[in-house]
């Protein structure tokens, strides 16, 4: 096992792991979700209702965008992103790969990186392994991911090949980078991104190509890129098998408590998305039987909680009937109280998730969590 990340079980029915990963700034239990904070803010909740409510034990942070906005440099000088946002706990932050699939528009991939237009203000501004490298060591990310080219769906195979080699090259470059300067030996943790699109060969030769590289950690990128969920899935099953074992691994940008709670038994140990705050600014909410939208009228005058006995601010202290009038109001108070339960959903499922690991019943409990999940949410969104 590696010193950083400890296999505390497996699951006999399933590729399930239950883990632990030591970062510079905290342990994390896994499997977990990790809450998206694009601009150095997971949007409108602070950093204490983050950790007590929420209960995130790590969040994320963009590297594209907070290099265009404030700036690297000015977060290095203000102490680093920790500090700058008042998140005493890990962070990890992309490198800006998936930005160059995102806005092919504004960008132009060579060998040696992604020149961009910013959104902004239409600068020029690029990106390689040696510039995201040096971004997430200003930032001071306790986890910061290698650039990769993310290849969109579908595409042509000659493509991907050269896609993944490419991506192959870079990872070498940022581990190089990341060595000789003192990154990974300061605690710091950097994580490869395995591509292929839908090609399962190609998926399998990345995994193992750049788990010789021998990296803190892997994730599987390309996915929910605009292929079916059946596809996706099999991406995911495609190359989780062919990572290190004993190397924490992460699925980027994903999803649904269903999908998740597949992903996991496929051996994945890690997420994050934007779905659970995005949905909520716009009324939506999860609970154990689907993802529902507190506009609906039948919610007018429902004096229940979003979901009874859920231990969250939101659900202790307000009913469905007030977070509708928030919400019809266009008070700014829904987009916090609905984002604040939707994360506390989504880590509450991983906690659960963890237990049953541990209890060793994993796959019957989650095989009927999906069913009640998707049963009860046909009609309701």
């Known amino acids: 096992m590696s010193e950083h990340f400890e296999l505390l079980k497996t699951d006999a029915e399933t590729d399930a792991r239950r883990g632990r990963l030591k970062t510079l700034h905290g342990t994390i239990e896994t499997p977990i979700f990790m809450p998206v904070g694009t601009q150095a803010t997971v949007k409108g909740l602070t950093p204490k209702q983050i950790k007590e409510e929420v209960g995130a034990q790590i969040i994320l942070g963009n590297t594209y965008h907070l290099n265009l906005r404030p700036g690297s440099e000015l977060i290095r000088d203000a102490g680093g992103l920790h500090k700058f946002m008042s998140w005493d706990g890990p962070i990890l932050t992309d490198s800006g790969g998936f930005q160059a699939f995102s806005l092919a528009k504004l960008s132009k991939l060579t060998e040696e990186g992604v020149a961009f237009r910013s959104h902004l203000d239409g600068s020029k501004v690029f990106l390689g392994p040696k510039e995201v490298m ?13 650039i990769d080219e993310c290849p969109p769906y579908p595409c ?11 991506t192959t090259r870079w990872a070498k470059a940022c581990k190089q980078i990341a060595t000789d300067n ?8 950097v994580f490869a991104i395995a591509q292929g699109s839908e090609f399962e060969d190609l998926r399998r030769r990345s995994a193992e190509e750049l788990a010789e590289l021998d990296f803190p950690g892997y994730a599987i990128g390309g996915v929910s890129v605009g292929e079916p969920e059946p596809e996706m899935l099999k991406q ?11 190397k924490p691994r992460y699925t980027m940008g994903l999803g649904t408590p269903p999908q998740m709670l597949k992903m996991i038994a496929a051996g994945v140990d890690m997420f994050d998305c934007v779905l659970p705050s995005r949905v909520a600014r716009n009324g939506a909410f999860f609970t154990p039987d689907g993802m ?36 019809m109001a266009k008070e700014i108070l829904s987009c916090t109280l609905l984002t604040l339960h939707n994360l506390h959903f989504y880590l509450d499922l991983m906690q659960q998730v963890r237990d049953h690991l541990e209890a060793g019943d994993f796959a019957s409990w989650s095989a009927a969590w999906i069913e009640r999940y998707e049963a009860g949410g046909k009609g309701q969104e």
């Not at 003192?182 to 943790?189: I, K, N, Q, R, S």
């Not at 039948?298 to 469905?320: H, I, K, Q, W």
């Open 236 to 246: 995911v099953r495609a190359t989780a098998p062919f990572l290190p074992e004993d």
């Open 182 to 189: 003192g990154f990974l030996d300061t605690g710091h943790h």
């Open 292 to 327: 529902w939208n507190i506009r609906n009228s039948r919610f007018a005058t429902d004096m229940s909680p979003l979901v009874e006995g859920m231990e969250n601010y939101t659900c202790r202290n307000f009913s469905r009937a007030y977070l509708r009038h928030l919400t």
């Open 134 to 146: 040096t971004i997430q060591a200003n930032l001071g990310s306790d986890i910061a991911m290698v």
């Open 156 to 166: 042509k195979k000659d493509d991907c090949v050269k896609a993944i080699e490419r």
